[in-house]
């Protein structure tokens, strides 16, 4: 039982490495950026297809009334002349074209709310994209900030204060070595350039030492 219990909780051990390498933060910020660079590319696709839902309907209506308009003029016309049955055609036909007129009127009024929303979500989107987008910046460099802190942290934990005093001090008896070394060859260098004085000069000197108060007694 105990092996196996070492062997889960080293797998678990492995697994929750894993989850850390893939949850890096700057990571796992760039991809929720894109999740939401995605939503805004959706959202502007979605406002073309309503601006253009608005063109046409507002064609439309355009096009409806100016019908009603013209057969309004046809039934005028029409009775003016005597002509009932025309007359009717023409009422019949812009009564229909009312009718139209008004579902094309409310249809184009729920397209418009629809833009406003659509146009509304994709200003929060834009917005949130620029907060996100901002805080990032903020979060990479407190993120290369953390692993510096990190790296440091490592460095000071293998520094030991104790070996590079030793090493130091091994410098130091190498360079007082080299500096005896180098006293001492200059003093065997004077020393040989040095000539003690022989007896022979001693005594010259000491004669004519005494030649000299001899003849000043004479």
Sequence with gaps: MGLFHRV??????DLHKLVDQWEDPIAMTKQYLREL????????????????????YETLIAQTKAIIEKRARQATLAL??????????????????EKKLSAYEQQYKTVKEKTAYVTEQLKQLQEKYDELSAKQLELIARANAAKALKQMDASLASFHPDHALRGFARMEE?????????????????????RPSSLEEEVENELAKWKEAQAKTN
Excluded: D
């Excluded at 889960?8 to 051990?13: F, G, Q």
């Excluded at 003016?80 to 074209?97: G, T």
């Design 8 to 13: 889960k909780t080293m797998i678990l051990a």
């Design 174 to 194: 190498r360079i007082l070595a080299l500096e005896a070394e180098t006293t001492a060859a200059r003093h065997f260098l004077a020393s040989k350039h040095y």
């Design 80 to 97: 003016e002349r005597n002509e009932e049955a025309i007359a009717k055609l023409a009422l019949r036909e812009k009564l229909l074209y």
């Design 37 to 56: 660079e995605e939503h805004i590319q959706q959202g502007h696709q979605a406002l073309t297809q309503q601006i253009l839902a608005e063109q046409r």
